[in-house]
């Protein structure tokens, strides 16, 4: 998990922003659960912004696994 509070460049567009990056390792087909729970925490702009700011681990543990 990697925080970019002002976003970086990701992609071929000048607004292709990315303040987040995740990485997921997962045994099998585990990957699916994971992708469709981050999925689902990162639809909601308001978690994204705390988790672009936050310094707290369990806070990001809290809004990724959707207890928000």
Known sequence: ???YPEGVRFGEEEDDIARLVIGIAARNNEHIQV???L???LDD???IERL???TS???VLELLAGRK
């Open 45 to 47: 702009e308001s978690v």
């Open 57 to 59: 681990v369990d806070e």
């Open 35 to 37: 992708i469709t729970s």
């Open 1 to 3: 998990f990697c925080q």
């Open 39 to 41: 999925t689902n925490a």
């Open 52 to 54: 672009a700011h936050t």
